[in-house]
């Protein structure tokens, strides 16, 4: 850890904010409006509930083992042996997670921007780009992070302003069309995508300064807070400019930035929500591939996990070419097996982990006078 160097809490409150909202804004409310129609946003808040009981959950066991991350103080806590066995299927969803994300962006260039490019040339320039960024350390990604999540949010809020002319609140209603179920549905899907993800930052807490270690857990809640805002404010918007169709149309922020025209002056600035989804993306691969690399580090114990970041990343590259076949089946994994799977690989794990922390500390004596 020491040769990646360590971050303040406000960077890694932003890096937490980049990995949650990321690709998120652009691709989350499509499907999330498909599954619950206009109660979208209460799918929304549903899920952003569980995510602070995960993060909650995090940063309790973050204060029990302070210096350490999740898979060190697994070993802590329930044995190495066990550790292997979570680590197994942690780091084989961690592959389809950082492949699935590049898969995203490449679907994306193929459906809008780069109709002629192919895949496999898209995916690898990405990934040796976020390679090379990950090799340069933490420090820089918290850097980077800052400018990139200002340039995806500021050109989000400027595509939200200007097609304020073509909102209509009446399409908002009514807010449960169908009843709970579909909203439930919803919430599973946010849920899954991205929230339950965040279980993974339990590996970069470490890299906070010691001096700041009080502060951080304020500053990942006020960042969760933020992420839950401006992806509700992202779902109201298309429901309000596409109506119905807010639900059947991919990148919904994207279709509404192609409807901005003024007197001929300001058009077709859907480019700038391209741009979100690209950095969104980037930033958010980068810190699972760090997250990754500094995983399997761990558990084989090597000095330098920058030794194994190129194959990694190539691995990755080579998933991201061949796990998928058409865009229709990466649609119904996101949707349905994602959840599952994070839950299985990550939030699992880590709440075994805290259960056996808390039975441990309930048995402790305590100490005498």
């Given at each position: 850890?020491?040769?990646?160097?360590?971050?303040?809490?406000?960077?890694?409150?932003?890096?937490?904010?980049?990995?949650?909202?990321?690709?998120?804004?652009?691709?989350?409310?499509?499907?999330?409006?498909?599954?619950?129609?206009?109660?979208?946003?209460?799918?929304?808040?549903?899920?952003?509930?569980?995510?602070?009981?995960?993060?909650?959950?995090?940063?309790?066991l973050h204060r029990v083992y302070p210096r350490m991350s999740f898979i060190e103080y697994s070993r802590a806590a329930v044995g190495k042996w066990l550790t292997l066995l979570l680590a197994i299927p942690y780091v084989t969803v961690m592959f389809w997670h950082v492949a699935g994300i590049v898969i995203e962006i490449g679907g994306f260039f193929n459906n809008t921007m780069l109709r002629e490019t192919p895949t496999y040339a898209i995916n690898t320039l990405?990934?040796?780009?976020?390679?090379?960024?990950?090799?340069?350390?933490?420090?820089?990604?918290?850097?980077?992070?800052?400018?990139?999540?200002?340039?995806?949010?500021?050109?989000?809020?400027v595509v939200l302003v200007m097609v304020a002319p073509l909102y209509h609140p009446e399409y908002l209603r009514p807010v449960l069309p169908d009843g709970i179920r579909p909203v439930l549905h919803g919430a599973y899907i946010a849920y899954g995508f991205p929230y339950s993800e965040l279980t993974t930052f339990a590996m970069l807490l470490p890299f906070v300064r010691k001096?700041?270690?009080?502060?951080?857990?304020?500053?990942?809640?006020?960042?969760?807070?933020?992420?839950?805002?401006?992806?509700?404010?992202?779902?109201?918007?298309?429901?309000?400019?596409?109506?119905?169709?807010?639900?059947?149309?991919?990148?919904?922020?994207?279709?509404?930035?192609?409807?901005?025209?003024?007197?001929?002056?300001?058009?077709?600035?859907?480019?700038?929500?391209?741009?979100?989804?690209?950095?969104?993306?980037?930033?958010?691969?980068?810190?699972?591939?760090?997250?990754?690399?500094?995983?399997?580090?761990?558990?084989?114990?090597?000095?330098?996990?920058?030794?194994?970041?190129?194959?990694?990343?190539?691995?990755?590259?080579?998933?991201?070419?061949?796990?998928y076949s058409n865009e229709m089946s990466l649609d119904e994994a996101v949707n349905a097996t994602w959840p599952l799977l994070d839950n299985a690989a990550y939030t699992l794990p880590l709440l075994l982990v805290m259960a056996v922390t808390l039975v441990k500390r309930l048995r402790k004596p305590p100490a005498s006078a």
């Open positions: 850890m020491n040769n990646q160097g360590s971050v303040s809490s406000i960077q890694m409150s932003v890096l937490f904010l980049a990995f949650i909202t990321g690709s998120s804004i652009v691709l989350i409310p499509g499907p999330l409006t498909n599954a619950a129609r206009n109660g979208a946003w209460l799918s929304l808040f549903l899920a952003l509930a569980l995510g602070m009981v995960l993060l909650a959950c995090v940063l309790y990405f990934f040796a780009t976020i390679a090379m960024t990950v090799r340069a350390g933490i420090e820089v990604i918290a850097r980077m992070s800052v400018l990139l999540l200002m340039l995806m949010l500021g050109f989000t809020i001096q700041e270690q009080t502060k951080v857990g304020k500053f990942l809640f006020w960042a969760l807070i933020l992420n839950g805002v401006t992806l509700a404010a992202s779902i109201l918007c298309s429901i309000m400019v596409l109506g119905p169709l807010s639900g059947d149309l991919k990148y919904s922020l994207y279709q509404l930035a192609r409807l901005i025209y003024v007197q001929e002056i300001v058009e077709r600035i859907e480019s700038v929500i391209g741009f979100s989804l690209i950095a969104g993306s980037y930033i958010k691969s980068t810190i699972m591939l760090f997250i990754l690399s500094k995983v399997l580090a761990q558990l084989f114990k090597l000095q330098d996990e920058r030794l194994l970041i190129f194959p990694v990343a190539l691995i990755c590259l080579l998933l991201s070419i061949t796990m």
